[in-house]
């Protein structure tokens, strides 16, 4: 199985700041690499896929890089609305798996 | 409208069964694969199995094999979690959500786009 490292697991920030959680990869996927946002309660939402590709209707101050096994999400000015919890996921292969997520707060 | 609509909550006592449905809409539903991913309370995603409504293939996570069946009927659009002999750490949200795009040779993957509302069951005695 290939197993997802993601860090930190939480940050603490404020709005405008610029966020960057990382997320690395067992083994090789290329770019098969996705990434969630999970407010309490509710079901995750996708934020970007391809490792680098925007999902229809994501704000672009959200950004995704890297290859192979190193990824990064990057938020350019955080929102009050990006509070919350972020998880990658390899789409690589099954098992499908993800990081164990990093908590965004205030 | 886009959309997975999940079964509403489930109380079980430990040992039991339960079914856990999700009606697709919006597009062809033979067309995609569907994932289930379960989120015990404070916890991670978890995944759980996959099936290809294409053709039925399905893909199982280690954890659950023979203690888990995923299956879709192309009839009512709608996918299926079989949870046999249940636990208590077995409470969780469980949620579907479509993973892939099915052609006659193979399925293709970029992320899990459409999620559903989730599904809460509870193992309690």
């Known amino acids: 199985d290939i197993q997802m490292t993601q860090s930190p697991s939480s940050v603490s920030a404020s709005v405008g700041d610029r966020v960057t959680i990382t997320c690395r990869a067992s083994?090789?996927?290329?770019?098969?690499l996705a990434w969630y946002q999970q407010k309490p309660g509710k079901a995750p939402n996708l934020l970007i896929y391809?490792?680098?590709t925007l999902y229809s209707g994501v704000s672009s101050r959200f950004s995704g890089s890297g290859s192979g096994t190193d990824f990064t999400l990057t938020i350019s000015s955080l929102q009050p609305e990006d509070f919350a919890t972020y998880y990658c996921q390899q789409a690589n292969s099954f098992p499908r798996t993800f990081g164990q997520g990093t908590k965004v707060d205030i | 409208q886009v959309q997975m609509v999940q079964s509403g909550t489930e109380v079980k006592k430990p040992g039991a069964s339960v079914t856990v449905s999700c009606g697709a809409s919006?597009?062809?539903?033979?067309?995609?694969?569907f994932t289930w991913v379960r989120q015990a309370p404070g916890q991670g995603l978890e995944w759980m199995g996959w099936?290809?409504?294409?053709?039925?293939?399905?893909k199982y996570a280690q954890k659950f094999q023979g203690r888990v069946t995923v299956t879709a009927d192309t009839s009512t659009s709608t996918v299926y979690l079989e949870m046999r002999s249940l636990r208590y750490d077995d409470t969780a949200v469980y949620y579907c959500?479509?993973?892939?795009?099915?052609?006659?040779?193979?399925?293709?993957?970029?992320?899990?786009?459409?999620w559903g509302q989730g599904t809460m069951v509870a193992v309690s005695s």
């Open positions: 391809g490792a680098s």
């Open positions: 099936i290809s409504a294409y053709n039925g293939n399905t």
């Open positions: 083994q090789g996927i290329s770019n098969s």
């Open positions: 919006g597009y062809t539903f033979s067309n995609y694969g």
């Open positions: 959500v479509r993973d892939g795009y099915c052609t006659t040779t193979s399925c293709y993957s970029n992320a899990l786009d459409i």
